[in-house]
Structure formats: C-alpha cells, structure tokens
C-alpha cells in the first residue's frame, strides 16, 4: 500500500498552555533539519498535529528518522482520499487485508468526523465500514477495546484520511526547547547516555571533550566524536568541542599529591567546561556521574569538584544502577562503542588510591599552589569546534588525516 502522508502526534507539547506555538514551532525546525534529505515531502504543522505529505517519497525510510525525534508522541501513515465513499471502501479494504495478522484476527473501525457537512456521521460511517470488511473477510472478529487492527478514519474539509498503524514516537521535548548546555562527554557509558536524556528533555547539547595527546590517542578523540554521531539523530547535528588538556594534567602530576591528583584534574575540567558554556551561550552543564560509581563521583567528592562554579550542574543518570546505563546505552546504539579500550584522559595517571572523601580546603590550596589561568587560556585557544552529523564516521580515519585532526 502507498502511503500519501504521515500524521504526526505531538508528545508532552499538549501540556504547554501558551508555549505550545513555540513548541511546535521547535518541533517543526527539527523534523524540517532531519529530513532534509528528503526534497519533495512538504510538511505541515497544525495545533493538534503535524502532516507529512510524502509526495512519492517511500514512507519507511522517512519513519526511520522520525524514530529519533524528540517531540513526537506517535505518529501514523496514512492515505489520503476524495470524499468517495466507492474508493473508501476499496481502499479501506485493501488497506485492513494488508495489516491484518491472520485471518481471524481482531478489528475495529474508529471515525472521527472534522466535517460536520459530510454525509455520514462517526457512527455511520463506523457500520459503514465495519458491514464492508466483516462481509469480505467472514473469519475476522470485531473488538472494541484492544482489536489486532483499528482502522482509524478521519474525515476532513479536504478530503478523508485512512491508517492502521499507530507508531511510538521517541517522546520527550523538541531539543532546543529546554535552552541549550554542554555535556562533558567522556569515551565511556555513562556520558553519552546522559546526552541522550538530556537531548530528550529538550536540551540542546554541546559537546565537550578533553584530549591529552600524546597520553590519549587519536583513536581515543575519533571514539568521542564516533559517539556523538550516534547521537546526532537525535538533535539533528551536535557541536562537538574538543580541549587539549595535556599541559594541566601534566602540571597536576608534578605538583599534586597522589590521592588529590583526580580531584584538582577535574576541578580543572569543570572550570574550563564552565568558561566555554559562558562563551557558547549555554545555561548549565551536563555530565554522566552517578553517586557513588567511582572514587571521583560520591557525594564529598563532587562537593569538591563543584565548588568551582555556581553554574547548575545537572547529572542525568545521577541515581541509575550501573546496568540500567547499560540497558540503555545499548538501547541508544552506544556500548559497543563505548567499551571500546581506547584510555581517555579521565583513566590516564589515574592513580591507585585516589581520595574518596577529599577535604575541600586541601583540594582549594593544592589548585591555588598552579598557575592556572595561564594554562587554561591557552587550552581554550587550542579548542576546535566541529558540527557531527548523524552516520558520520571516525574510527575508520586514515593515519595522515587522523594526525591533521591533532
């Protein structure tokens, strides 16, 4: 059956009030970016709904994108029709022996009627066509409440719509309708799924990754940026911004002692993260911790680290067991990737016994002991910053382009 649109359902949108129009608007913006690709569609946001005329264009692959598209609740193909009822019933018809599972399976007919003028009303129109495919097809059974198939039909000014798929959208918020952060994106687990629930809630995200060449790898830098390609689908395109970190990790090495080298590093981390969020025009910043997963995330541990900014600093996964991040980064397409045995620079001098309960004044004096600004305004000079885009590729880079990236 050839599909002439898809009607897409908004999420969390119909809870705004006011704010709807700009929601929708949001909403609009990303499935016109992710689907530019596709020329011919023309798409048309309504209060209530959105219509994807597809113009030719196959519905499945269109269906794909709008997967990963924050925003909708659910969305359905659809055939448009003139006000015919001999084509509705041949098309109806077709369109129910196309779906159905087996040839006993349930159905039901569920009309909504917009155009009061039309001849048939709801109910009509549900006899109608229930008399039609029960007559056609003597195994099938009808069920009011959760039938096999429902054949919605909408009858509308412009013509009369038909559908028997009802599609899970990906929920949650249009990204960019919830202001815009950066992400602290590590090569691990736990970040890149914070990014996705953080791009679900509407965030638009930046990424921000730290580099130490030549302790971490050019592999280790293509890993983050491979990540963030999968995330992409669900933003569109991500900025992604990588900080050489080299110079201050080496500096902490010399001049920390051993158990405050990760605490005064990530101090370090979060006051860069901060000043490029300032210069991005970002209202917050995410990362991946979750309480008490390693020595740098309990709860005295991040009080040290945080005393740097009082900028919001918001943990997606903050409370989530550590196979439920799994669960979900496997869910998102990222694990594989993730556990990938490239060291970034939250693993390299990682030392043995590092404190878990660090005294803030100690981790204050032994930073203040640095020359810290110098080393960290030459680190924002040497950041690049690169839009990724969905099905991007990295791990694959030739040698000599892997060195031009450094």
Do not use: W
Request: aromatic content about 6%; some cysteine.
């Amino acid at each position: 059956m050839e599909y002439t649109e898809i009607m897409v359902r908004y999420g969390e949108l119909s809870t705004k009030g006011k704010n709807r129009r700009n929601f929708i608007g949001r909403l609009t913006g990303n499935v016109v970016k992710a689907l530019k690709n596709y020329p011919d569609l023309s798409i048309h946001p309504k209060r209530d709904r959105m219509h994807i005329e597809l113009n030719g264009t196959p519905a499945k692959p269109v269906m794909a994108i709008l997967d990963k598209i924050f925003g909708i609740q659910n969305y359905s193909p659809a055939i448009k029709l003139p006000k015919d009822m001999t084509v509705v019933h041949q098309t109806a018809l077709e369109l129910v022996k196309e779906t159905l599972p087996a040839p006993n399976a349930s159905f039901k007919v569920n009309t909504r009627r917009s155009d009061h003028t039309f001849a048939l009303d709801t109910n009509q129109m549900n006899l109608d066509l229930g008399n039609l495919i029960t007559d056609a097809l003597p195994d099938i059974q009808v069920k009011m409440k959760h039938p096999d198939v429902t054949l919605r039909v909408e009858v509308r000014r412009d013509g009369i719509y038909l559908s028997t798929e009802t599609i899970k959208g990906a929920g949650g918020l249009p990204v960019g309708s919830a202001g815009k952060a950066v992400l602290m994106l590590s090569g691990g687990i736990d970040s890149p799924v914070a990014s996705y629930l953080a791009l679900k809630r509407g965030v638009d995200i930046e990424m921000v990754h730290f580099f130490s060449p030549p302790y971490t790898s050019i592999d280790a830098l293509n890993k983050a940026k491979e990540l963030t390609a999968k995330l992409a689908p669900y933003a569109g395109s991500i900025t992604f911004i990588e900080v050489p970190f080299t110079e201050i990790q080496e500096e902490v090495k010399s001049h920390v002692p051993e158990g405050y080298l990760m605490t005064v590093q990530r101090r370090f981390m979060l006051r860069l993260a901060d000043r490029i969020r300032a210069q991005r025009g970002g209202l917050a910043i995410f990362n991946g911790e979750s309480v008490g997963q390693v020595a740098s995330q309990t709860l005295e541990s991040m009080t040290a680290i945080n005393d740097v900014t009082t900028t919001p600093i918001l943990r997606p996964v903050v409370t989530m067991d550590k196979t439920e991040i799994i669960a979900l980064a496997e869910k998102i397409g990222t694990f594989d990737l993730s556990i990938m045995p490239f060291e970034d620079c939250c693993t390299i001098f990682a030392p043995p016994r590092p404190k878990t309960k660090p005294n803030l004044d100690r981790a204050r004096q032994y930073e203040a002991a640095l020359d810290g600004e110098p080393m960290m305004d030459r680190a924002l000079a040497g950041m690049k910053i690169t839009t990724i885009h969905p099905n991007d590729e990295f791990m694959n880079v030739h040698a000599d382009e892997a060195a031009a990236l450094l």
